[in-house]
């Protein structure tokens, strides 16, 4: 088999990514990256230099994509309630299935571990918080709703991830738009 030449870095840790994805972090070895993108183990250990800094890349890559996905669905959905839950739903298009959702808590953890992963992590929630405020804000200058919506989804994720009843999607899309009736008819008193 003829051996790929080049591949950007970019290219190479969305393959890192998916075996995170799929194997943890255990999973993400030279070897194992070597298989899925063509390169040689050698060639990207000069790339990466070693295991911690490849995964590392490779989650910041994955933030990048998340914020990158967050500010254009900011850019693209209603600026009204239901374009919060629009947004919403957007992010949680590729969760997958239960076990795929638990696999990606275990690279949560790594988030947690690693300071400039926890930055990102904070930057996100400002700027997912800053779109959903944008959508739910009642006058100038309101602010606290959108915080308030996003831990909401994150626990819905977390709850509709041990239904078996129906696709976390319609899950979502219920208990989202109740919480967004519950958050307008809060603020109209």
């Known amino acids: 088999m003829t051996r790929i030449k080049s591949q950007s870095d970019q290219q190479v840790l969305d393959f890192a990514l998916a075996i995170l994805q799929e194997s943890g972090v255990r999973g993400l070895t030279f070897s194992a990256l070597a298989a899925r993108c063509g390169l040689s183990a050698p060639t990207l250990v000069q790339r990466f230099s070693n ?12 933030w990048d994509q998340l914020q990158a996905r967050t500010g254009e669905l900011a850019e693209t959905t209603p600026l009204t309630p239901a374009g919060a839950v629009e947004l919403l739903l957007a992010l949680s298009q590729d969760f997958g299935d239960a076990d795929s959702y638990a696999d990606g808590l275990l690279l949560l953890r790594e988030d947690v571990r690693d300071p400039a992963l926890r930055a990102r992590g904070v930057a996100w929630e400002e700027q997912l918080v800053a779109a ?18 996003a831990a909401f989804w994150q626990g819905a994720v977390l709850w509709g991830a041990y239904r078996t009843d129906r696709p976390l999607p319609a899950y979502l899309d219920e208990k989202l738009q109740a919480f967004v009736e519950l958050l307008g008819s809060s603020g109209s008193r």
Do not use: I, M, N
């Open 51 to 62: 295991k911690q800094v490849l995964t590392r890349r490779a989650l910041l890559h994955a």
């Open 132 to 149: 959903l405020d944008e959508r739910l804000a009642r006058g100038a200058g309101a602010t606290g709703a959108g915080y308030a919506l």
